[in-house]
């Protein structure tokens, strides 16, 4: 039961923006300048429907409360996964529609895929659908109106960056975007506005007994810190067994597997989670770990008792400084972006001011130009939208929002058939269309519902992971004085609801600008990852998936105005004043499946579920990150790329 006098303290009652919807046409701010232009409605012949998407002033980028996965954008593949969905779909109007390929899927690989088919063939139609109300998939778009200004953030994927080299095609397909990561990365870096502000950590009452704010913290991964591991511990309230361990585990160099070789130590640290690695080899006091515990969220979507000790070595975690561990990757490791397992990849790591959803626009701004304005990558983050545009009839190529595919079925034998159907439900109805062939560029495990037909073996390696449940939560704020008073740019919370707290990254590129002083609107990023340590991963992210669908906006809301009360209160910070808007961008279906060396067996090459799952089938092709068990943008481009050709 909540609290009234502390909901009224944390401003609970204000009417802040954050309960928006679309399908009843209540519309935030930022609706009037979806194109610039007034979307023209001529077009849509007499007696045809017309969806939300169609209407004038439809722009999802500014819906504030909870988007990610929004309601109204599941629940009919919820119902078709529960068998439901044929008993109460009534019956199938034909569109009388036909293309040349549909596309299920408008993330980055469904949205890439029909760059590179039209880019074979230039006269080809196409139909993407997707289930939410926008495009972009996980590159999703935030933008807010605060004090008369833009402010934009990433819904989801962040950055241009990968573990891997970018292939000749997904580094390609960027150039031909006008993309350059690594010059952009150095030109429009403006985070020069939070210079002087350090990075800081905040100890909660209910995990280490006291709420504490410790700034200027040593930073981690072994980067540079502002102060050293001694000083730092010594303001904490932290124990002094634990001070002691936490320095120990830091700075001594220890071989905690003697008389090993670098690949006898690799192979063992990777059949042990980091945390076993510090109670049993670093013998470290139990009341380290919920220092590091989250410390994994961010990558992996578990904490460090799910993941390997070696993907931790990769990470530049602490206690491997004395173990002579040969640099270079070994077979039983995942993906780590900073670590040395990938020291050939590309050196840029670089974050429009929305996230890759500049990448989505772009391309779907290549894709149907008479949508958007603009025609350079720098133009493309203040770039009109007009969402009207996106499905039109005379379009080569249309995108259809809020429509879910349920079937995709081959007229006929998979062997012979020259023709696809694929059927998908909007607003309580349900279509059909066809085509030469389609593309699944939708989640991996969707598709044994789309394709009921496929041989077994596909529809159980389809089924095999376990997408990463995440969230990031924005917080538009009147300003960032109290960040200012405090000298805080970043918080690291290791035991709290969000296990991060910071000023948004700084990048001006084009017309748009960041915050540049204290005194103006900026975004808050917090990040949370729900999971149930102890279980097994995929077993965690099944939890947390649960959690997080069940979990209403007031839950967030509660621990948002909660925790930025009890970190920034000291600078003068009022979450009943300050706050001007949340997002919630609720992710149950996040990351792809990484293979976890502590739970997955080691698959002959090639025998991977993500490489059974992804086998084409007739004139269906699959793509998605999912496809590469790898969650990363170059490799949902990689596997569009490899789907398109497989049906060329
Ligand atoms: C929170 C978050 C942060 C990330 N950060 C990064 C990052 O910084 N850098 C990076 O490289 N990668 C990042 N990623 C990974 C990211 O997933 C990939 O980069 C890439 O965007 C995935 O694109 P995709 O098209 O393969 O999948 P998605 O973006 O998931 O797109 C698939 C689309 O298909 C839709 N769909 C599913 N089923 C159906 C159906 N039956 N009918 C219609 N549509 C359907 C889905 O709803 C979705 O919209 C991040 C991911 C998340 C979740």
């Not at 405090?486 to 600008?513: E, F, N, W």
């Not at 090459?605 to 004139?619: N, T």
Request: proline share 6%; aromatic share 10%; with cysteine.
């Amino acid at each position: 039961m909540a609290d009234q006098n502390q909901d009224k303290h944390l401003g609970m009652h204000r009417s802040i923006r954050r309960r928006d919807f679309l399908n009843g046409v209540a519309i935030g701010v930022g609706s009037t300048m979806a194109g610039g232009f007034l979307p023209g409605l001529e077009w849509i012949a007499e007696g045809a429907e017309q969806f939300a998407q169609d209407k004038p002033g439809y722009y999802p980028p500014a819906l504030t409360g909870m988007r990610g996965s929004h309601d109204g954008s599941f629940e009919a593949a919820h119902t078709a996964r529960d068998g439901n969905f044929w008993n109460s779909a009534g019956s199938r109007i034909d569109t009388g529609e036909t293309y040349d390929l549909v596309i299920v899927g408008g993330g980055i690989s469904g949205l890439a895929a029909a760059y590179f088919h039209r880019k074979q063939n230039p006269s080809a139609r196409i139909l993407i659908l997707d289930n939410h109300d926008d495009f972009g998939g996980h590159a999703k778009r935030n933008e807010f109106h605060v004090g008369g200004r833009m402010v934009l953030a990433n819904g989801g994927t962040v950055s241009i960056e990968s573990p891997f080299p970018y292939s000749a095609e997904a580094r390609g397909l960027l150039t031909e975007l006008g993309i350059e990561p690594a010059k952009f990365e150095k030109k429009y870096d403006d985070s020069t506005v939070y210079k002087g502000l350090k990075s800081a950590y905040f100890f909660d009452k209910e995990t280490f007994g006291i709420d504490r704010l410790v700034i200027g913290g040593p930073a981690p991964f072994g980067r540079q810190g502002t102060v050293s591991w001694s000083d730092f511990l010594a303001k904490t309230p932290l124990s002094e067994t634990v001070q002691k361990d936490i320095a120990r585990l830091q700075n001594a160099k220890v071989d905690y597997l003697p008389g090993l070789s670098s690949d006898e130590k690799k192979e063992k640290l990777s059949r042990m989670s980091y945390k076993d690695f510090l109670l049993k080899l670093v013998k470290v006091d139990p009341g380290v770990t919920p220092f590091y515990q989250t410390r994994t969220h961010g990558l992996f979507g578990v904490g460090i008792d799910g993941v390997a000790a070696l993907d931790c070595w990769g990470l530049h975690f602490p206690g491997f400084q004395g173990m002579n561990l040969a640099s270079g990757s070994y077979r039983r490791m995942g993906f780590t972006a900073m670590g040395e397992a990938t020291p050939q990849k590309e050196p840029y790591h670089f974050h429009f001011p929305d996230g890759n959803a500049s990448i989505a626009r772009a391309l779907v701004r290549a894709l149907i130009p008479d949508a958007a304005t603009g025609h350079t990558a720098e133009d493309i983050v203040t770039a009109k939208f007009d969402y009207a545009r996106l499905d039109r009839r005379d379009s080569p190529v249309r995108i259809r929002l809020s429509s879910t595919a349920v079937r995709a079925r081959h007229t006929g034998d998979p062997a012979s058939a020259k023709e696809v159907e694929i059927t998908y439900a909007r607003e309580k109805k349900t279509y059909n269309v066809r085509a030469k062939s389609a593309v699944l560029a939708c989640w991996n495990m969707m598709i044994p519902y789309l394709c009921p037909e496929l041989p077994d073996a596909q529809k159980e390696a389809l089924r095999y992971g376990a997408k990463v449940p995440l969230v990031y939560s924005v917080v538009a704020v009147k300003n960032w004085k109290a960040f200012h008073s405090l000298g805080i740019q970043r918080v690291s919370c290791p035991g709290m609801y969000h296990t991060g707290v910071g000023l948004d990254q700084a990048v001006s590129i084009g017309d748009y600008k960041c915050s540049q002083t204290p005194d103006e609107p900026v975004l808050l990023r917090m990040t949370r990852t729900p999971c149930m340590p102890g279980l097994s991963e995929r077993d965690q992210h099944r939890v947390g998936r649960g959690e997080l669908l069940s979990t209403p906006f007031e839950t967030f809301e509660r621990n948002i105005r909660d925790q930025l009360s009890r970190i920034l209160s000291a600078g003068g910070f009022d979450p009943a004043r300050d706050i001007e808007a949340i997002t919630i961008n609720r992710w149950p279906h996040g990351y792809a499946y990484e293979y976890n060396p502590l739970w997955d067996p080691d698959w002959p090459v090639g025998q991977r579920p993500c490489d059974i799952a992804r086998k084409r089938f007739g004139r269906i092709a699959i793509a998605n990150s999912d496809a590469a068990a790898a969650a990363y943008t170059d490799q949902a481009i990689d596997q569009a790329y490899r789907a398109v050709r497989e049906l060329a």
